[in-house]
C-alpha cells in the first residue's frame, strides 16, 4: 500500500506543470535578442519542448545549449530537431524536471512555463547563477521579482505578449 502510494505521488510530481505550448519563431527571435546573446553565452531553455529556443541560439549565435523538458516525447522530438538543423554539435536535451537542473553553467536561461512554476525556481536561479548571467521569461514573471527589463510587444500572429529580462548581478 505505502509502495503504491509512493508510486502515484511520484507519477504525480513527474506530471508537467506547464503545457506544451511553442513559443512562434518570431518571438523566439525577439527572447534572443533580449538576452544580447553571443557565440561564448550557454543557453538554458528549462521546459524546452520541441527544442526551438536553444536550437535557434545555436544556429543564429553560435552559443552552446541545454534544454530540459519532464516530457520525454518533447525530448525525442528536440533531438530530432537539432539534428536537421544541423547544430546537435552544440546542443543538448535531457529529460528532467526543471526543478532540479543545476544551472550554474548557464549565461543566459530562458523560460516559457507558468507563474508558480517560475516562483519555485527563483531560490535555485538566485543562487546558482554567476554575475552577467541573463534570464529571459516569455509572458510569466518570476514571483516578486523584479524585473530589469519588461518588453511588451504583438507577435506575427497578432498576439499581445510580454517579454521579462531579470540580469544577475
Ligand atoms: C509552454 S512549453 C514551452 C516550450 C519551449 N520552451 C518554447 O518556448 O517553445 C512548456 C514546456 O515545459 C515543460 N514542462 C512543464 N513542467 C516542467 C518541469 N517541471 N520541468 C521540465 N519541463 C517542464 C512542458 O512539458 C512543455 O514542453
Redesign the pocket.
Known sequence: MRTLLAASLAAAI??????????PQD??DR?LELAVLRSSDVVY?????????VIAAAQRYGARGV?????PQ?IDEARRNAKAAGVAHLVTFRV??????DVSEATVV?????AS?NARLRPRLMSQLRPGARIVS?NFPIGDWEPDTVHPFTSVDGQSRTLFRWNIR
Open positions: 513527474a506530471l508537467p506543470q506547464a503545457p506544451f505550448v511553442a513559443t518571438v523566439v527572447m531553455d528549462l521546459g524546452c519542448g520541441d527544442g526551438r529556443i534544454g530540459v523538458d519532464i516530457d518533447r528532467e524536471d526543471a526543478l532540479q537542473t530562458t523560460l516559457y512555463l507558468v512554476l516569455h
